[in-house]
């Protein structure tokens, strides 16, 4: 079997796509991230009204929408920026409804912010900076925008589980194959030791990572393989280049897999998936 090499990053229209089933297939997981994400941030460096914040790549609002649901008054003003317009949509979306004047919503690609240096008291990128195409400019671009002293924080996949799943329905499907399966995997976020030494390595200090769990909740197993498979077929370029054929082969064969990770959930609503994220928080 051969195996991925080199990074592969989805492009931006992968993730306009993704953009609308992003939350609901993620099963409320991003937010026990954000969730202690922040708690780093409170040890050391507490977000007030005086703060001035970027969640960079901020998907559909995640780490803006955390944030603001603390209840701060009045609220710290935030820059939500995102590569994907499908993001930036429900994003502007969600400022109107949610009446959020104090957030700043802009389509902006993280490896090149057009922010003014030292502008943010806290940097914040959750599941975002490790998929960039080059993750050191993205983190020399949250150095560069953070005022002096200012707190940094982002955020990693250790184990989100369904790789393993992708990669057995290859290896049982096509057990002689040649090409490897490529998916958006980056091996250079997944222990924490080396998401320390990333943060280091761009300028950072005081820097501290830590693996997590997190949940996926779903309403049933069924619904969980199906956003997962929905996902798989966005962003694996190898699913995509499949005849149709093949790819509903492969995915009725992967879709079983994912769905028996699912166990009951322990609140008894349905199903959860645990999932392994890495929060890493420095300062500058
Ligand atoms: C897995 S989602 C994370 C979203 C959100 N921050 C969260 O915590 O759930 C990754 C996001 O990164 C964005 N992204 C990927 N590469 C980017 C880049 N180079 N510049 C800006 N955003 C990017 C994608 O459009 C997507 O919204």
């Given at each position: 079997?051969?195996?991925q090499?080199?990074?592969?990053s989805?492009?931006?229209?992968?993730?306009?796509?993704m953009?609308?089933?992003?939350?609901?297939g993620i099963?409320?997981a991003?937010?026990?991230?954000?969730?202690?994400?922040?708690?780093?941030a409170?040890?050391?460096?507490?977000?007030?009204?005086?703060?001035?914040?970027?969640?960079?790549?901020?998907?559909?609002?995640?780490?803006t929408?955390e944030?603001?649901?603390r209840?701060?008054t009045?609220?710290?003003r935030?820059?939500?920026?995102?590569?994907?317009?499908?993001?930036?949509?429900?994003?502007?979306?969600?400022?109107d409804?949610?009446g959020?004047?104090t957030?700043?919503v802009?389509?902006?690609?993280g490896?090149?912010?057009?922010?003014e240096?030292?502008?943010f008291?806290?940097?914040?990128s959750?599941?975002g900076?490790?998929?960039f195409?080059?993750?050191d400019k993205?983190?020399?671009?949250?150095?560069?925008?953070?005022?002096p002293?200012?707190?940094?924080?982002v955020?990693?996949?250790?184990d989100?589980?369904?790789?393993?799943?992708?990669?057995?329905?290859?290896?049982?499907?096509?057990?002689?194959?040649?090409?490897?399966?490529?998916?958006?995997?980056?091996k250079?976020?997944?222990?924490?030791?080396?998401c320390?030494?990333?943060?280091?390595?761009a300028?950072?200090?005081d820097v501290?990572a830590?693996?997590?769990?997190c949940v996926n909740?779903?309403?049933?197993?069924?619904?969980?393989g199906?956003?997962?498979a929905?996902f798989?077929?966005?962003?694996?370029?190898?699913?995509?280049?499949?005849?149709?054929?093949?790819r509903?082969?492969?995915?009725a064969?992967?879709s079983?897999?994912?769905?028996?990770?699912?166990?009951?959930s322990?609140?008894?609503d349905?199903?959860?998936l645990?999932l392994?994220?890495i929060v890493?928080?420095?300062?500058?």
């Amino acid at each position: 079997m051969a195996s991925q090499s080199g990074k592969f990053s989805p492009p931006s229209e992968i993730f306009d796509e993704m953009a609308k089933k992003y939350e609901n297939g993620i099963g409320g997981a991003q937010n026990d991230i954000i969730k202690a994400l922040l708690a780093h941030a409170d040890e050391v460096c507490p977000i007030d009204s005086s703060s001035i914040i970027h969640d960079n790549a901020c998907g559909p609002a995640v780490v803006t929408n955390e944030i603001l649901s603390r209840g701060i008054t009045p609220a710290p003003r935030i820059f939500a920026t995102d590569y994907a317009h499908g993001m930036i949509d429900i994003t502007n979306s969600y400022k109107d409804r949610r009446g959020w004047d104090t957030v700043v919503v802009q389509y902006m690609d993280g490896q090149a912010l057009s922010f003014e240096d030292e502008k943010f008291t806290h940097s914040i990128s959750s599941l975002g900076v490790f998929m960039f195409p080059d993750d050191d400019k993205g983190l020399s671009e949250m150095l560069r925008t953070l005022k002096p002293g200012g707190w940094v924080g982002v955020s990693s996949w250790k184990d989100v589980r369904w790789p393993a799943a992708a990669m057995a329905a290859y290896e049982k499907l096509f057990p002689d194959a040649k090409e490897p399966m490529i998916l958006p995997i980056p091996k250079n976020w997944m222990d924490a030791e080396t998401c320390k030494n990333n943060l280091l390595r761009a300028g950072f200090h005081d820097v501290k990572a830590e693996v997590i769990t997190c949940v996926n909740r779903q309403s049933s197993k069924e619904v969980g393989g199906s956003a997962f498979a929905g996902f798989l077929r966005q962003v694996s370029p190898t699913v995509r280049g499949w005849d149709d054929e093949t790819r509903e082969e492969y995915m009725a064969y992967y879709s079983k897999l994912v769905e028996d990770m699912f166990s009951p959930s322990v609140r008894g609503d349905g199903v959860e998936l645990k999932l392994y994220a890495i929060v890493t928080s420095g300062r500058k």
